[in-house]
Each structure stands twice: as structure tokens, then as C-alpha cells.
Antibody
Framework: QVQLQQWGAGRLKPSETLSLTCDVY????????WSWIRQPPGKGLEWIGE???????NYNPSLKSRVTISLHTSNNQFSLKLNSVTAADAAVYYC??????????????WGQGILVTVSS | DIQMTQSPSSLSASVGDRVTITCRAS??????LDWYYQKPGKAPELLIY???RLQSGVPSRFSGSGSGTDFTLTISSLQPEDFATYYC?????????FGQGTKVEIE
């Protein structure tokens, strides 16, 4: 059974760096792409970016200048860093596994979500 | 970016009703369309991928159809656990984008 478990700081001040990690349990870590997706309170979903087992990344252009996604294969983990946060970055952040990247891509497993608030 | 537009934004229905939600892409996405549902306070869950393929473990009352720019999610007989918000998502061209959501409420 595949499980994604997220952890990291949920309360930030403006200009700080958001840092979250997703632990992956079960399944093969190297056969998939791994994504971060966020959802502002009461709003829709926004894809942030993804990484594959080789460390190749692909980011949403709207966030690319501030985002870094990295892989820690030895620990079956991947991480998100978002620099210089503002109130607009307040959201529930999800990690997700992407299956079928080259065929029929879909997010088939999700983490539980972490609410990140940004306030001075 | 490819824009995804769902309709309606919300609907009221009763248990046993047949429910249809539509999703339109701003350009062709062939069959690269996925459907998710989300309960309040929970992560989204995959229902349908590649426009019409049922994710393992998802009840057969859910079905998806369409190709190109126009897609449909159908729930053949609405159950109490189906009251939630539904999102479509295109997986054809990065950045992957989602529809704004359709909230299915109890009538």
C-alpha cells in the first residue's frame, strides 16, 4: 500500500522560505514522477512542480523563480522549497505521486496536506 | 497555459440521481484529462484518468467520456458519499492545470 506522508513548518512570516518534505512508503520510488500541488483556502488546485527519479524537474512558470523541488532517493523522500513567501502563498500544500507520465499521466496517490499560513 | 472550465460550478441533487459534470479545455488535450473528487479537509482522490479509464477501486457508477476539448464526468446513481467537489485536470501540456471545481450538494 502506497502512502505519502508530509511534514514541515506550517506557520511562516512574509519573506521566509517554505520548506516541506514528503515521505513515500510502499511502491517503487524510481518509477514515478513526484509533484507538489497547492490549494488556497476555499479555492481550486494549482500544480507547483514535479521531479523524477533522475532529479529532472519541471516547474509551473508562475512560481519557477521561487521554487526548488529536490529528491532524496536514499530516504524515499522529496522536498519543496518556496522562497520569499507572501500572503498569496498561504494554502494547503499536497505532495502527490504521478503515474503514467509518458502514457496516461495522473496523480494517483496524495499526501494528507499541510496548511501553510503566512502572517507577520 | 491551458485553461480548464467546468460547468456547473455547483449543483444540487438527490441520492439516486444521475449527475453530469462537464469540463472544457481552451485547446485540444486529446484524451489527457483526469477527474478527482475532494471531500472537505481531505486530499483529492483520483476517479478517472485518460478521459475514460476508471481508477482501481473506484465504483462503476462513475464514468468519463470525451476527447479533444470537451469532457464529461457522469455519476449514474448518486450516493451519499458522493457529495463532494469534483475537479478536472489536463495532463497534456505543462503546466498541468485544473478546473475550478464543481460542488455537488444535497438537494
Amino acid at each position: 500500500q502506497v502512502q505519502l506522508q508530509q511534514w514541515g513548518a506550517g506557520r511562516l512570516k512574509p519573506s521566509e522560505t517554505l520548506s516541506l518534505t514528503c515521505d513515500v512508503y510502499g511502491g517503487s520510488f524510481s518509477d514515478y514522477y513526484w509533484s507538489w500541488i497547492r490549494q488556497p483556502p476555499g479555492k481550486g488546485l494549482e500544480w507547483i512542480g514535479e521531479i523524477n527519479h533522475s532529479g529532472n524537474t519541471n516547474y509551473n512558470p508562475s512560481l519557477k523563480s521561487r521554487v526548488t523541488i529536490s529528491l532524496h532517493t536514499s530516504n524515499n523522500q522529496f522536498s519543496l522549497k518556496l522562497n520569499s513567501v507572501t500572503a498569496a502563498d498561504a494554502a494547503v500544500y499536497y505532495c502527490a505521486r504521478e503515474s503514467g507520465h509518458y502514457d496516461r499521466p495522473r496523480f494517483d496517490y496524495w499526501g494528507q496536506g499541510i496548511l501553510v499560513t503566512v502572517s507577520s | 497555459d491551458i485553461q480548464m472550465t467546468q460547468s456547473p460550478s455547483s449543483l444540487s441533487a438527490s441520492v439516486g440521481d444521475r449527475v453530469t459534470i462537464t469540463c472544457r479545455a481552451s485547446q485540444t488535450i486529446y484524451y489527457f484529462l483526469d477527474w478527482y473528487y475532494q471531500k472537505p479537509g481531505k486530499a483529492p482522490e483520483l476517479l478517472i484518468y485518460a478521459a475514460s479509464r476508471l481508477q482501481s477501486g473506484v465504483p462503476s457508477r462513475f464514468s468519463g467520456s470525451g476527447s479533444g476539448t470537451d469532457f464529461t464526468l457522469t455519476i449514474s446513481s448518486l450516493q451519499p458519499e458522493d457529495f463532494a467537489t469534483y475537479y478536472c485536470q489536463q495532463s497534456y501540456s505543462s503546466p498541468w492545470t485544473f478546473g475550478q471545481g464543481t460542488k455537488v450538494e444535497i438537494e
